[in-house]
């Protein structure tokens, strides 16, 4: 809904994403077509979602473009998104037009995405759908069902999803990254830091049934995926990048300290398992 809303409103030139009006469920993209369209807001509740959307979306901003240019940096043949929910990347970024993407995500959500997505135009070379209930599936043989090649470098994104998980969830998630990435394959990771406001935004989500399970120092993320074989080359807070994209985006990041994106590379020397 943030993407949706930032979607031809923001000054900053790198992000657009016309397929997250698309992607949305029909009461959400109600919703966003109020505020998108300057709709007054009735009612306390009304003008709460209102702020929210909007603060949101200039996060969304920050983060999306931050990720995309981490894969645009890459450049690989091989993207994995993990937890992929209404990701629109692979019908967005031309760069992805000689890679096949492959969408993990649990069954019932990507079936919702998928009958959504025909109003939508490929721009990647292929993309290859992982259902993945990862209370019950094997990601490591979902992934070599479909066809991803270990022997190959590949871009993994990791957006919104790590702080909703638990240490031992995370750790079994990167072993299976260890052992499919070649080398200088490349791991995007947005995670929350320890902040004093966090238990605040915890309790909020805890409501929405979303709770928070995880939150790692930069240090402590950066051991994290050492273990598993990647090396940090940049991590960086949402207001720090907030802060190079423009005052405004600037502005309305200060509250998001906690989010933080890491991008790591296999260390060199590295030969895939398989």
Do not use: C
Request: glycine share 6%; proline share 5%; net charge positive.
């Amino acid at each position: 809904m943030g993407r949706a809303v930032a979607h031809g409103r923001t000054s900053v030139a790198r992000f657009a994403d016309p397929t997250a009006l698309a992607l949305l469920p029909d009461d959400a993209r109600a919703r966003v077509e109020r505020v998108r369209a300057g709709t007054p807001a009735t009612g306390l509740r009304a003008r709460v979602e209102r702020g929210y959307l909007n603060r949101q979306s200039k996060m969304m901003v920050a983060r999306t473009v931050a990720i995309d240019d981490a894969v645009r940096a890459a450049a690989y043949p091989q993207l994995v998104i993990l937890g992929a929910g209404l990701d629109g990347r692979a019908w967005r970024m031309p760069e992805l037009r000689d890679v096949v993407v492959f969408e993990v995500d649990h069954p019932d959500s990507q079936r919702d995405k998928r009958a959504r997505s025909t109003a939508l135009t490929p721009v990647a070379r292929d993309i290859r759908f992982v259902p993945v209930d990862f209370a019950r599936d094997d990601l490591d043989e979902a992934l070599a069902s479909a066809g991803h090649d270990p022997a190959r470098a590949t871009t993994w994104i990791w957006e919104g999803v790590v702080m909703y998980l638990t240490l031992a969830d995370i750790e079994a998630t990167l072993a299976v990254i260890d052992r499919r990435s070649a080398a200088a394959s490349r791991l995007i990771v947005a995670y929350h830091s320890p902040w004093p406001l966090l238990r605040l935004v915890g309790l909020l989500l805890r409501r929405i049934r979303e709770p928070l399970r995880s939150a790692f120092t930069a240090e402590a993320m950066r051991g994290l995926l050492a273990k598993h074989k990647f090396e940090v080359v940049q991590d960086e807070d949402v207001p720090t990048i907030g802060a190079g994209l423009s005052a405004e985006i600037a502005r309305a990041t200060r509250v998001v300290k906690h989010l933080r994106i890491a991008t790591a590379v296999r260390q060199l020397g590295h030969v895939s398992a398989e």
